[in-house]
């Protein structure tokens, strides 16, 4: 596609129960990221894929956050038992191989009631 | 830890001022710095990149300054109109593992 694509654009979920977010990289675009922000606040790093290489996972807040990256194109981001502190717009972005520029997608904004 | 820090205050202005925005980093030393602007609802979108070796860029009405012995960037626009209006954000990235990290950003709202 032309750009990064998220989806669902919105999702609503009790507290408790699992919830996945998917990310479509723009084509070719070798790196992944996934941010996390809460509302008037400023974008959390959470996990980067890039290439074939092991994820850096360093700003996962829980274990019970996860991603994964199939094919090095689509990735998915799972928050198992959502809390209500989960609540926030996820936004995934991608770059080139070599390039440095993010492109983001308009986000996922999950609300846990 | 590292840390990046931008004025937390929105910047409020009129409009065909020049727009000075500020972002201050500690603990480390980025290879490049790159500013995004954000609208509401909307991901970030980016505007420019800044190499440790350059002291200025200007693109059209947009300039940014990188001051490495400040740990400093300066994002300025002139001649600002109602539609830049937004939020921006520094994003200074590591040498090492070329990983951006995000200022909290930056209010901007230009008065007509």
């Known amino acids: 596609g032309a750009g990064v694509s998220q989806s669902p654009s919105n999702k609503v979920t009790e507290k408790g129960k699992d919830v996945e977010l998917r990310c479509d990289p723009i084509s070719g675009h070798t790196a992944l990221y996934w941010y996390r922000q809460s509302l008037g606040q400023g974008l959390e790093f959470l996990i980067y894929f890039q290439g074939n290489s092991a994820p850096d996972k360093s700003g996962l807040p829980s274990d019970r956050f996860s991603a994964e990256r199939t094919g090095g194109s689509v990735s998915t981001l799972t928050i198992q038992r959502t809390q209500q502190e989960d609540s926030a717009v996820y936004l995934c972005?991608?770059?080139?191989?070599?390039?440095?520029?993010?492109?983001f997608g308009a986000g996922t904004r999950l609300s846990v009631l | 830890s590292q840390k990046i820090e931008q004025n937390s205050e929105a910047l409020n202005i009129q409009e065909g001022k020049t727009a000075t925005l500020t972002c201050n980093y500690t603990n480390y030393s980025p290879a490049y710095l790159q500013w995004y602007r954000q609208d509401p609802g909307r991901g970030p979108v980016f505007l420019l990149l800044i190499r440790e070796n350059e002291k200025e860029k200007r693109k059209e009405r947009l300039k940014v300054t990188f001051d490495t012995t400040l740990k400093q960037s300066l994002f300025h626009i002139t001649a600002s109109q109602p539609a830049d209006s937004a939020t921006y954000l520094c994003?200074?990235?590591?040498?090492?593992?070329?990983?951006?990290?995000f200022g909290q950003g930056t209010t901007l709202q230009v008065k007509p």
């Open positions: 994003a200074p990235v590591s040498s090492n593992t070329g990983k951006l990290i």
């Open positions: 972005a991608s770059t080139g191989a070599g390039a440095a520029i993010q492109y």
